[in-house]
């Protein structure tokens, strides 16, 4: 079993910055993509960032040039920066990973699962 725990959300003036962490624990033998979701208030959940186990990268292009994606893969830990933040960057922000897996009695390979942070809020004022 995986947790991920997420950190780093507030309110923030229009034009700030803020970093999301998202940490992940438990039976992990490699952490395979990560992405960073959010949804606003009656809008769906988008992707707006994720990472490769190579290390490229993608970004929705509302938040293209203001926002950087990182990992520490000592840590197991997934950043999420963000510059210039605007009042429609308001939302509720989820990490996403998949990871391979083991079983944490027998230490073989389990296979792949995705898991959710429980997400943050992020409120921008303008």
């Known amino acids: 079993q995986v947790q991920l725990v997420e950190s780093g959300g507030g309110l923030v003036q229009a034009g700030g910055s803020l970093r999301l962490s998202c940490v992940a624990s438990?039976?992990?033998?490699?952490?395979?993509?990560m992405g960073w979701y959010r949804q606003a208030p009656g809008k769906k959940r988008e992707l707006i960032a994720s990472m490769f186990s190579a290390g490229s990268t993608n970004y929705v292009d509302s938040v293209k040039g203001r926002f950087t994606i990182s990992r520490d893969n000592a840590k197991n830990t997934m950043f999420l920066q963000m510059n210039s933040l605007k009042s429609e960057d308001t939302a509720v922000y989820y990490c996403n990973v998949r990871v391979s897996e083991y079983d944490s009695d027998s230490y073989s390979y389990k296979g792949e699962y995705e898991y959710w942070g429980q997400g943050t809020q992020v409120t921008v004022s303008s």
């Open positions: 438990g039976s992990i033998f490699a952490i395979n993509t």
